[in-house]
Nanobody, 122 residues
Framework: QVQLVESGGGSVQAGGSLRLSCAAS????????MGWFRQAPGKEREGVAT???????SYADSVKGRFTISQDNAKNTVSLQMNSLKPEDTAIYYC????????????????WGQGTQVTVSS
């Protein structure tokens, strides 16, 4: 059974930094995508950053240059380093995973974490 558990959310002032981590268990595919998504109140869920089994990364335009996604295969974790945070980054952040990376990593996620709240105050 695949489980994704996020940690590292919290409250920070604008301009600050947070690091989110996602610990994956039961997820042992050689080809995969993992990503971070977020959903703000009253808005649809959106993709933030993705990484595949080859280490290829992709970012939403709104976070490019500020957020960095990385993975530690030995620890089965994916992290999201968030710098220069803005109030509009406030949302629940979800970790997601899927088998395979064909067609890119934007869609098709089968596994989701429970989410972690990030709040950025101005």
């Amino acid at each position: 059974q695949v489980q994704l558990v996020e940690s590292g959310g919290g409250s920070v002032q604008a301009g600050g930094s947070l690091r989110l981590s996602c610990a994956a268990s039961g997820f042992t595919y050689s080809s995969y995508c993992m990503g971070w998504f977020r959903q703000a109140p009253g808005k649809e869920r959106e993709g933030v950053a993705t990484i595949d089994s080859d280490g290829y990364t992709s970012y939403a335009d709104s976070v490019k240059g500020r957020f960095t996604i990385s993975q530690d295969n030995a620890k089965n974790t994916v992290s999201l380093q968030m710098n220069s945070l803005k109030p509009e980054d406030t949302a629940i952040y979800y970790c997601a995973a899927r088998k395979g990376s064909w067609g890119g990593c934007a869609y098709g996620y089968s596994y989701w974490g429970q989410g972690t709240q990030v709040t950025v105050s101005s």
